[in-house]
């Protein structure tokens, strides 16, 4: 009942479409016709995300989440896809960004499907969301008021068929700015106070990385400094902590601020210091309704359930967080946010008819 032809046909073209994130506004309104042609009723927020209502044959007001983002890694464009084997790739020059257009074609087509076959199913919504990639947490990127559903599956995750994410992290970010004293550099340096020194001593102590299974921190920005005859007096760090532990996570970014309050102590320089939420992680036990749901269409197609615990954060966190229970289920992408990355076909068929199985449940 799927269309690998039609499916594939969809991708192709929507990998075609230019959307680096904050750049989705020609995919969005493609997006737009695509869902009106199929009876979809379409809005679109303050953000440009797209969303639409589909209703089903159920007199309860039972709604399901069908969710993708719009935007893809970086900056790249003119994605050239190239297939080799029942692989996508790209050419090499740039990313493939089946990460996530690959969740919208599967969504597409299921809709699609459900059209031409007259399928009995619940009522559908769907959100094809923008800046997932560069500002996941951003206060008020969705407009949740405009959804309905209490429960959701987030077409944007790797692995083989069958895997969904169950559990995924919290992120806080850690923003710093360092001040110390200029100084000549040359004639008086004791008469400064040197912020990248500050830095680099508070960055050397800090736990980072990889630290326990669930836990994971990083230092990605830093910059001051303007001419080596000048002690520099600014230096701004920009860092960020997950967890799938609260707890873990605040200790974590104890550590990170202590080792910055401790190097500025002994060096007499000041901290400007904000640590934020920059989304919250969230945990379905087995006994969720929606792992219920997933896992009961995986095992009539013959498909293991492979739960996962996940170290990235998704759309799935801001819905979970807003009380839609949601899972995000892999599409086969995989080698996401590299010029490796590649989605097999069969992988990409296979989502599309696990989705049709999930949304006809
Ligand atoms: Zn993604």
Redesign the pocket.
Known sequence: MVSEDRLVQTFLELVHIDSPSEHEEAIGSDLADRLAALGVTVERDASGNVFGRLRGDEASDDWLLLAA?MDT?GEDRGITPVIRDGVIYSDGTTILGG??KS?IAVILEVLQVQQEQQLPHRHREVIFTVE??LNLGRKGRIDMSRVRSRQGIVL??GGPQGAYVFSAPSQDKLVVTVHGRAAHAGSEPEKGINAIRVAAEAIAAMPMGRIDEETVANIGVIRGGTVTNIVPDNVFIKGMARSRSEDKLRRQMEAMVRELEDAAARHGATLDVLVERAYHGYRLEEDAPIRHLVETAMRKRGLDPLPAASGGG?DANIFNRAGIESVPLSTG?SA?HTKDEHIAIADMVGCAELLLAIVQQ
């Open positions: 983002h890694v990460d996530d969740g997932e990639e944007d995750s998704s992408m996401v």
